[in-house]
């Protein structure tokens, strides 16, 4: 089933608080990230709308800072959704490493209120939400429009109508939130201003702040809400399912309709037959590698290809250029950092983040010496050689690590990348693997290129 409700002290289905005498109803209801979709139904919250009050609003951040990876605060009533559950530029956070902030949305004049619904999506902690709402007519004796925080807004003209935290008590929450926020009587009452004062859902990382798709306010005269509209299958949107359903890829090419027919016929049979062997490939203990995720292709993104969380954008430029070459290895690489998800691990106390050229050496290992062997991508070669180094990064480390596992057994780069995941990387974990450091590994590497190559082997110094 896509419904799932929270029940406790933290997330419960209903909430009850008591404001001007009159019962304030709070209802959070979740979609588990295997079962959400870009439509956001729920059981009984509405689904976002995009003739909302909300939509001709004018909403500032009164304290905090958007992050610069997301989007700016027009998306929170633009009457758009994200299309999948990791899309920063289609939802609005607060900035990493800080502790929300405040929000004001201004309606241009007092309405009477039916209800505020808000409306959030990501694949873990970045998805439940966490805030405080205030509203105000703007008429009390020193109203301030803007309270900044330490300043209590109860203090300023505002009413403080009700607290929503819709975070679980165990497991980091990842998926789709829809909070209703209403009165018993059908009316929040009369108001031209709504704050929101809103809190981090977690501290134990910088990535805690909560990605909200979209707010609506529902004017108890206006007209019936308008759904918003989510992408129709057929138009360059197609779910892949793979192992009767187990993971669901979606195959984004809307924005790029001459690339649909190579996605679907070239790009679909690599996924569906390298997810699973990728998930198999990189296990650790108590791991669950994403079931969903989604493969984008831009129509203005610079460069090659990116992921965040589970979300791959391609640029549409390049891979025209290389169709019949690169392309499906590039998408590979990416498959791989899905799986690989260091970003979601807790670390332990003193635990380093994870080593960069690791991160790219081994995804790059794994298309160019488990995926595509054949094409030699990740050779080195005599002018080449004087400039390898085992961090080098890319096909570089991913010729090393192929080295690595052939005289030290392909148990190594599972194991490495369990330890990164898990938090627990550090340079002594070479030693326990393979009775060497790595920079004797390195050394060792590189000797053994040189005679493969019949050049000199750079002697280390003292």
Known sequence: MR?????????????????????????????????????????????????????????????????????????????????????????????????????????????DIACVNTYSWHTNTRGPQAYRLYVADGKAEGFNAQPKRGTDPQTCGWRLVGTVDTRPKTG????????????????????????????????????????????????????????????????????????????????????????????????????????????????????????????????????????????IRCAAAWFRRNLKGEAKGAVLHEMVHVVQQYGRARPRAGATRPPGWLVEGISDYIRWFLYEPQTHGAEITRRSLSRARYDGNYRITANFLSWVSEKHGRDVVPKLNAAIREGRYNEELWKELTGRTVQELGDEWKADLATKLGVEPDVPGP
Not at 49 to 62: E, G, H, M, P, W
Not at 66 to 88: M, T
């Open 172 to 311: 980091e929450g990842g998926g789709q939130y829809g909070v209703s926020i209403s009165r018993s009587s059908g009316s929040l009452g009369t108001y031209q201003y709504l704050l929101f004062d809103v809190s981090r859902t977690e501290a134990e990382d910088p990535f805690g702040n909560t990605f909200f798709s979209e707010i609506d306010v529902l004017d108890r005269a206006g007209p019936p809400p308008q759904a918003v509209q989510t992408p129709a299958a057929g138009e360059g949107v197609e779910t892949v399912e793979i192992e009767g359903g187990k993971y669901r890829v979606t195959l984004d090419t809307s924005e790029t309709p001459d690339l649909t027919g190579w996605a679907r016929q070239e790009l679909g049979p690599l996924v569906r037959e390298w997810y699973p062997k990728l998930v198999e490939m990189l296990p650790s203990r108590g791991y669950e590698a994403p079931r969903r995720f989604r493969i984008v292709f831009s129509k203005d993104m610079q460069g090659v290809a990116a992921t965040g969380g589970t979300n």
């Open 3 to 111: 419904h799932r409700a929270f029940l406790g002290a933290a997330a419960a289905v209903l909430l009850f608080a008591m404001a001007a005498h009159a019962q304030i109803n709070i209802v959070a209801e979740h979609n588990r990230n295997e079962d959400a979709a870009a439509d956001f139904k729920f059981k009984t919250v509405a689904q976002p709308a995009r003739n909302d009050a909300a939509a001709k609003a004018t909403f500032s951040i009164v304290d905090g800072r958007r992050d610069p990876n997301g989007a700016d605060v027009a998306a929170l009533h633009d009457g758009r959704v994200p299309s999948g559950e990791d899309v920063p530029a289609a939802n609005f956070f607060f900035r990493a490493g800080t502790d929300g902030g405040r929000l004001v949305a201004d309606l241009g004049s007092a309405i």
